[in-house]
Each structure stands twice: as C-alpha cells, then as structure tokens.
C-alpha cells in the first residue's frame, strides 16, 4: 500500500490577516457555491441517523462545467469532474475527518478523497461545512493509498495557521484513518456505493445506473 503521494501545493492556503499578521485555517463548504469552474449542478443534504451511519450526506451533481478537472498520480492522469459526474459526501457526527467519494458519469468510483478537519458545522441555509486541517488521504479503485499534504501541515504549523495541538490531532486522524483503511476497516468503501443508490431512489436519477 503506498502512503504518499504528490503534494498539491497552492489547493488550499490559510488566508492572512494582514491586519494581526496571523494565519487562519480554511472553511470549506459542501455546496461549493464559488466554484466558478462550475456552470450548473443540483446540490442536496440528508441527514441519516441509522447503525451504519450518524450524520449528513450531501449530493453534488455535475451538469456543465468550463473545463474537466484533471489529477496526476505517479504518472497516471484521473479525471476527477465532468459533465454528469456525482460527488459525495459523508459527514460523519462527531468524527474529524469528511469523506468525498467521486464519481463518473457512468457510476464508477473515480476516487476516496478524505480530508482531515478540526470541526464540522452548518450555516444558517443548513449547508454542512469544515474546516480543514490539511491532512488527506486518497484512496483509488485500484487499491492506491495516498497520503497527501505533509508539507502544506508544517507550513502551516510553522506559520500559525494551526496550533500545535491542532496539527497533532491532523496526524492522530490520518494514522487511524490510514490504519482502518490498511485493516479493512474503513466502511465508506461500503457506504458510498450503498447511498449513492439510496439517494438516486430519492432524486428520481436511479434511472441513471
């Protein structure tokens, strides 16, 4: 299993407050509204409370766009957004970390995104947010495991974006989460495919699969 990948450096910097000369971390939000990539999409959240799962899932899908999103890994390019593509995501209560499954316009898992964060929310429009502790773990079909963004953490710890609590409970995370996924632990594997199906059933798009 390999457990680093390449960094993407400039994806997501803490904003400075000029002003203090301080650091902040980003808050990022499900819906993705000032993604200016983006041209149409329908977006929507459910919130499960079952044994499998506590928390929301939201639903993004992809109608038209400027441009397709490419990522490289080790040489391999991926497509990771076009037209008809649905991206997922499980916000699960209580835990520190957010798990993005992407999919193709054929239903195929393109790739596992998870990002490491220090807390979850809602905004007033009950829109699910987090805000990101720089750690991620990316998992493909194939079985590659990467774990991206080591850099961007000690920057940012270096900088003051995080305290140096906050960048040991990033580690603490992607290490459970890097030792699930090594175990066969990690249920989203599972749990995407189950409600990508449920909320198709939900939205009238099961016709699609």
């Known amino acids: 299993m390999r457990t680093r990948g390449p960094s993407r450096s400039g994806r997501r910097t803490s904003f400075l407050n000029e002003r203090k000369g301080t650091f902040r971390m980003k808050r990022k939000f499900s819906d993705r509204a000032n993604w200016r990539r983006i041209l149409r999409r329908s977006y929507s959240c459910l919130a499960l409370d079952g044994d499998e799962f506590r928390g929301l899932v939201t639903f993004y899908r992809i109608h038209e766009l400027r441009e397709p999103l490419w990522k490289e ?121 189950k409600h990508r199906k449920s909320l198709l059933e939900r939205t009238g798009e099961l016709s699609e699969s």
């Open 73 to 193: 890994y080790n040489g391999r390019r991926l497509c990771l957004a076009d037209r008809g593509y649905l991206w997922m995501q499980h916000f699960p209560k209580g835990e520190h970390f957010v798990v993005t499954t992407m999919f193709d316009d054929k239903g195929r898992v393109v790739q596992w995104y998870i990002d490491v964060c220090k807390t979850q929310g809602l905004t007033d429009q009950q829109v699910p947010w987090f805000d990101d502790l720089y750690l991620d773990v990316v998992v493909l079909p194939s079985g590659e495991v990467y774990l991206m963004d080591e850099d961007e953490l000690e920057d940012a710890l270096k900088q003051g974006a995080v305290s140096g609590k906050d960048a040991a409970l990033a580690r603490k995370t992607a290490g459970r989460l890097l030792s699930s996924i090594r175990n066969g632990r990690f249920r989203y594997f599972t749990l995407s495919l």
